[in-house]
């Protein structure tokens, strides 16, 4: 299956939607993004009204992903990525230095880990012995830390840091 031929439904809430994440909100997860398939992929999405997508991939050329987030896709991110950004051209702005997070503790790693699996606050905090309430204020944090709040971004900002 190439990713072109990825297809999206509805969104119909149910045991199992991710908690927190919003009704609407997809997150595809991609092996590999081939030349013409970010804008394919953002064309299928856009088709089908979905606006609140991130896309997730091992390994794809930047190029995809500038068409991707070019496309009205929320967010893309690859793991590994082409390093020749010279045939890009004025479509990619000119990469600046991010300015250095404040690290996470312990715990807001292993937090986030859990989100990663799809966990909801209640879940995790069963899991590592915490309250909801807890786990809530540990999300507030890393999200400060990482400047983002949606759950898929935090996840997507960690796995491109290698932080999970």
């Given at each position: 299956?190439?990713?072109?031929?990825?297809?999206?439904?509805?969104?119909?809430p149910?045991?199992?939607?991710?908690?927190?994440?919003?009704?609407?909100?997809?997150?595809?997860?991609?092996p590999?993004?081939?030349?013409?398939?970010?804008?394919?992929?953002?064309?299928?999405?856009?088709?089908?009204?979905?606006?609140?997508?991130?896309?997730?991939?091992?390994?794809?050329?930047?190029?995809?992903?500038?068409?991707?987030?070019?496309?009205?896709?929320?967010?893309?991110?690859?793991?590994?990525?082409?390093?020749?950004?010279?045939?890009?051209?004025?479509?990619?702005?000119?990469?600046?230095?991010?300015?250095?997070?404040?690290?996470?503790t312990?715990?807001?790693?292993?937090?986030l880990?859990?989100?990663?699996?799809?966990?909801?606050?209640?879940?995790?905090?069963?899991?590592?012995?915490?309250?909801?309430?807890?786990?809530?204020?540990?999300?507030a944090?890393?999200?400060?830390?990482?400047?983002?709040?949606?759950?898929?971004?935090?996840?997507?900002?960690?796995?491109?840091r290698?932080?999970?």
């Amino acid at each position: 299956m190439t990713t072109t031929d990825v297809r999206v439904r509805p969104h119909v809430p149910g045991p199992s939607r991710v908690a927190g994440t919003r009704p609407g909100s997809l997150c595809i997860v991609v092996p590999q993004i081939t030349t013409g398939e970010g804008s394919a992929i953002a064309r299928n999405l856009r088709r089908h009204g979905n606006h609140q997508a991130l896309v997730l991939a091992r390994r794809s050329e930047a190029r995809e992903l500038v068409q991707l987030l070019l496309g009205g896709v929320r967010g893309a991110v690859a793991i590994e990525q082409s390093r020749d950004l010279s045939n890009l051209g004025a479509v990619m702005p000119e990469p600046t230095l991010a300015p250095a997070t404040p690290p996470l503790t312990a715990r807001e790693l292993s937090v986030l880990a859990l989100v990663a699996e799809g966990q909801s606050n209640r879940a995790i905090g069963e899991t590592l012995e915490l309250s909801a309430l807890t786990v809530k204020s540990h999300l507030a944090r890393i999200a400060r830390k990482l400047g983002t709040g949606d759950r898929a971004a935090l996840v997507a900002v960690a796995l491109r840091r290698g932080l999970i």
